[in-house]
């Protein structure tokens, strides 16, 4: 289902430069000549040695809805240079207005494993419909993967227990909380508390109650009966509003009320203090009073090095309620993800490669129309090529070059399987894949992530997987930097 924005024409959903961009395009008659571009980032996020895409679904809309409104035009007509006369005029305007996307998008399926340089996604098409699409693009992709590569982070520290998605109060806006709430479901996290996101996209939602609810009440063990009354099969307690463990107590003497309705109290819900001790301590109480299929939940500012500490002492936590740290993306709050020109038509309509050069060798980008090889070896995948299709595919060298160290080389060498990773999504402006249900993303990264070794998906300090440049392509790229 669609996010509320997808309601709304999204081509204002941009820089203002590409527009202005289009529009000389535009003047220069050079608006349907045939260029390629790139989405890509290049560095893992949060240091991680893998990030899993994310965000290709709301694309499929955006795209597949994308025209300029009488609205939109009418806007841009009033926006004004520094000689106080509109920047665009109306014949360029009009053009906008009978506007019919008409490129190529390739991309990675949603929840593939990605890695560092390697295209997401791929635009080929008139300039001047590739440029202004950049933006949106960057927009969606780069938040969305950021966030599943933080969900799936955290729930490879929670080892399989289930985490839940707790961040809509602390989310940077109301789509950006369904953004965050989607993304993180395909990362792996079992629920959300968001239930507007769980309306729009499918996914489970939990949650009880708050500490204003003990409040209200003159004593917490009140609160509990009374919750267990309004609501006796959805009863997690939250027992820290108080002491701690006489909270776990209440819950437990509640509990037992509930089973002689013939229901049965879920479990408790710890969201403050030393949660390692407070949880095997609360083990114990609830194993004690027969309770021992209530499940301990835990909240408090969580994230994925936080729980694998708790891991590490020994914390009898079952459940992991995860908010701020996740969708906010907290310790580091943007992906980078960059799009860039790889090649565009001559006048006789033949490809160039376009390359752009800089100081800092990282920036440097990847000239052709690039295509990700993915090799793969007892189930197990082993390295990625990034290969220029005007080059004819993957050089029978099989070799692969580190496009920031020519001096890491290495041989795809032995019985190998490859797939390709970028797949048609629009042709010629029309979508051409079929529509995923979430599910289908979220199982598609944990199978992904199964067959990463389990040295690239440890937390700190991971094994850098082998990316690199098909040599073919390597060896272009060097001429074009020495020309």
């Known amino acids: 289902m669609q996010s509320p924005l997808n309601e709304f024409s999204l081509p204002l959903l941009t820089d203002l430069y590409q527009l202005t961009m289009a529009f000389g395009y535009w003047r220069q008659g050079r ?3 045939g260029a390629v571009f790139h989405l890509f980032f290049r560095q893992m996020p949060f240091k991680s040695g893998y990030a899993i895409a994310a965000g290709m679904g709301p694309l499929r809309q955006i795209l597949a809805g994308f025209r300029f409104l009488d609205s939109d035009l009418q806007y841009l007509a009033t926006i004004c240079g520094n000689d106080g006369k509109a920047i665009f005029n109306q014949e360029f305007l009009r053009y906008l207005e009978q506007l019919k996307l008409s490129c190529d998008v390739d991309a ?3 929840g593939t494993v990605v890695f560092q340089n390697e295209p997401l996604l791929r635009v080929r098409g008139p300039i001047l419909q590739a440029q202004i699409l950049e933006t949106i693009l960057l927009n969606v992709v780069n938040f969305q993967t950021l966030i599943a590569t933080k969900a799936a982070r955290i729930c490879s520290a929670a080892q399989g227990e289930p985490v839940l998605e707790f961040g809509l ?3 940077q806006g109301i789509d950006g909380a369904l ?9 792996g996290c079992a629920a959300t508390s968001n239930v507007l996101a769980g309306k729009l996209y499918g996914i489970p939602v939990r949650g009880t109650h708050a500490h204003s609810w003990v409040m209200s009440f003159d004593d917490e063990a009140m609160a509990f009966s009374e919750y267990a009354t309004a609501m006796p099969n959805n009863c997690v307690f939250l027992v820290d509003t108080y002491d701690t463990l006489q909270g776990v107590r209440h819950a437990i003497e509640v509990g037992r009320q509930l089973a002689t309705t013939g229901h049965r109290m879920v479990g408790i ?11 095997i301590e609360a083990r114990k109480l609830l194993d004690e009073a027969g309770f021992e299929d209530a499940s301990i939940v835990a909240s408090n500012d969580l994230d994925e090095h936080l729980i694998e500490t708790l891991k590490h002492q020994g914390a009898k936590i079952a459940v992991w309620g995860v908010g701020t740290k996740l969708v906010t993306g907290y310790d580091q709050p943007a992906l980078g993800g960059v799009y ?3 090649a565009i038509q001559d006048e006789d309509g033949q490809w160039q490669p376009r390359m752009k050069f800089s100081e800092q060798p990282v920036k440097s980008s990847i000239p052709g129309i690039l295509q990700v090889r993915r090799f793969e070896s007892q189930e197990r995948f082993i390295a990625d090529a990034i290969y220029d299709e005007l080059l004819g595919g993957v050089d029978p060298r099989r070799t692969i070059v580190d496009p920031l160290d020519p001096l890491r080389k290495r041989l795809i060498e032995g019985d190998v399987v490859h797939n390709d990773l970028l797949k048609p999504l629009l042709r010629d402006g029309a979508l051409v894949s079929a529509d995923e249900c979430l599910e289908v993303a979220r199982e598609r990264a944990n199978g992904q992530l199964q067959r990463l070794h389990q040295t690239v998906r440890r937390l700190v300090n991971p094994h850098e997987y082998p990316v690199g440049l098909d040599i073919a392509l390597h060896e272009q790229r060097l001429k074009m930097m020495n020309r």
Do not use: I, W
């Open 169 to 171: 109060r602390r989310a």
């Open 31 to 33: 608006a349907e000549r």
């Open 269 to 279: 819900r710890l969201d403050s203090g030393d949660l390692a001790y407070l949880s």
């Open 108 to 110: 990675v399926p949603e």
């Open 340 to 342: 860039k020109l790889g």
């Open 179 to 187: 953004a965050a709430s989607r993304a993180a479901y395909v990362g």
